[in-house]
């Protein structure tokens, strides 16, 4: 391993100049010195990669939560007081709630069932990682996923 000493990048041993700024390299540095370097850059990766949580349960998801209970309750509330048709129609509302209060507080669950439908597909199955669209399209999820059941059930009342 080599670091370039003007923009302090690191290199292949092999490489004469910095591919960053074409700077030439030094000699190659001491395995000490690599084994520190290497632990430093694994450790901003895995920083970068908290900071960035991509099936975090944040504050919003918390609140997804808390609304899924209440829509519950109101929901059961209509239940009681419907005829066996209407009872019929709100089992829907509560399997929605059931999958957006899944997803807002334990996104690796949900995450593991979908990924099975790749199952056949990869063979480096475990290393599989949610992509940025999906993490985005999970919070979009848990929230339509609420309005869904809760329109199912206020149709129901009308
Ligand atoms: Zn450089």
């Known amino acids: ?3 370039c000493k003007e923009c302090g990048a690191v290199q ?3 490489r004469i100049f910095c591919i960053d700024c074409g700077e030439k390299l030094d ?3 001491s395995e000490s ?3 520190k370097i290497t632990e ?3 450790q901003t990766i895995s920083e970068q990669y908290e900071k960035n949580d991509p099936l975090g349960v944040d504050i919003s998801m918390k609140i997804a939560a808390c609304l899924n209970v209440a829509a519950a309750i109101f929901s059961l509330i209509v239940f009681l007081i419907s005829n066996n048709q209407i009872q ?3 089992w829907f509302s509560f399997i929605c709630y059931a999958f ?3 997803d807002a507080l334990f996104p690796e669950f949900v995450w593991i069932l979908t990924k099975f439908r790749d199952f056949f597909r990869y063979d480096n199955f475990d290393d599989l990682q949610p ?3 999906y993490c985005k399209i999970r919070r979009i999820g848990v929230w339509v996923s609420i309005a869904f059941g809760l329109s199912i059930t206020i149709l129901c009342l009308i």
């Open 131 to 133: 992509s940025f669209l």
């Open 88 to 90: 019929s129609l709100i």
């Open 27 to 29: 000699e190659p540095i």
């Open 33 to 35: 010195e690599e084994e």
């Open 12 to 14: 292949q041993d092999e």
């Open 40 to 42: 430093e850059i694994s």
């Open 100 to 102: 957006s209060f899944t």
């Open 1 to 3: 391993m080599k670091v």
